[in-house]
């Protein structure tokens, strides 16, 4: 089994890269972890104290429960993914059942910020976006998929997305073995995880 890790900023077109990646082979080829799904339980928190998460930050997430099913499916064991809402600033009660398959994908912004996650990885990808693209994604994004108004994200972006950006995700790029720059459009970059992955499974 082989571990790839996909990191990037947000809207820099990881997921996108992924979910490429995935269509392209068989469906037991790959099995994906996103990151975005092991986000901290906040069931004993209130509702303020919830929506003053900065989801942007390391301690936003569960590391403990994601190395550990990284390290289950490493193993050859099944794991009860968690499933979140980001309406609701909260896990739900459904999860989804992960089977271990040849090749993990892990996707998220912070994918290569945790070492204990990145010592896990045979391949550590960086999805490399303009800052400019990633800020017009993520009002297209947030606005049609999370409600929010245009000077809401842009708010959230100079306040919360740019310097954590700047803090966290931008330094893990030097744990990069590759660079994919402009994310989904990146044909070539797409294609050569692509063949390393037909490789490894056959």
């Known amino acids: 089994m082989k ?8 809207g820099s077109g990881k997921t996108t890269v992924v979910k490429k990646i995935v269509e392209a082979l068989p469906p037991h080829y790959v099995a994906v972890v996103p990151l975005d799904s092991y986000y901290n339980d906040t ?14 930050h390391p301690d936003a997430f569960d590391w403990e429960l994601l190395n550990k099913h990284v390290r289950q499916l490493k193993a050859g064991e099944a794991v009860e993914q968690p499933t979140y809402s ?20 892990i996707e998220g912004i912070m994918t290569l910020v945790n070492k204990e996650l990145r010592d896990m990885m045979d391949i550590r990808i960086f999805v490399d976006t303009d800052s400019d693209e990633r800020l017009i994604r993520n009002i297209q994004r947030d606005v049609v998929e999370r409600g929010r108004t245009v000077d809401m994200v842009i708010d959230r972006y100079l306040k919360v997305l740019k310097p954590m950006h700047e803090q966290f995700i931008e330094p893990s790029k030097k744990y990069a073995d590759i660079i994919i720059p402009l994310g989904g459009e990146n044909k070539t970059g797409i294609n050569i995880l692509k063949t390393y992955i037909e490789k490894v499974v056959r």
Request: charged content about 25%.
């Open 43 to 56: 069931s004993d928190m209130t509702d303020a104290e919830r929506k003053a998460i900065n989801f942007d």
């Open 3 to 10: 571990i790839i890790g996909v990191a990037g900023g947000t």
């Open 86 to 105: 980001y309406i609701l600033s909260n896990r739900l009660p459904e999860t989804v059942h992960v089977e271990p398959k040849p090749v993990i994908l």
